[in-house]
């Protein structure tokens, strides 16, 4: 079985700092672009930042400069170094990963489970 795992996640004060993690275990060949997302409550879930196998970043606006995502392909781990966070920062904050199962082709989305980053004023 495929997952995602996270972990890191938890109550800061504004301008203070997390660093999330998220492990794929399970029975991988290769694991493709992964990004992490968020959702607040009454908002829509959206993209934080993705990077690519070979190390091609993007981050949305309203994080370049605060966050930093980065990976290491030997152990199928995204993470996601934040700080100078904001209370608008606060959310539901979910992995995404492109994997490839080993003994298949084809490349699936997983999801993690989701892990609370708040953030007080």
């Known amino acids: 079985q495929v997952q995602l795992v996270e972990s890191g996640g938890g109550l800061v004060q504004a301008g203070g700092s997390l660093r999330l993690s998220c492990a794929a275990s399970g029975s991988i060949f290769r694991a493709g672009a992964m990004g992490w997302y968020r959702q607040a409550p009454g908002n829509e879930r959206e993209l934080v930042a993705s990077?690519?196998?070979?190390?091609?970043?993007n981050y949305a606006d309203s994080v370049k400069g605060r966050f930093t995502i980065s990976r290491d392909n030997a152990k199928n781990t995204v993470y996601l170094q934040m700080n100078g966070l904001k209370p608008e920062d606060t959310a539901v904050y979910y992995c995404?990963?492109?994997?490839?199962?080993?003994?298949?082709?084809?490349?699936?989305?997983?999801w993690g489970q989701g892990t609370q980053v708040t953030v007080s004023s």
């Open positions: 995404n990963a492109n994997l490839v199962r080993s003994g298949s082709s084809f490349a699936r989305e997983y």
């Open positions: 990077i690519t196998r070979d190390g091609r970043s």
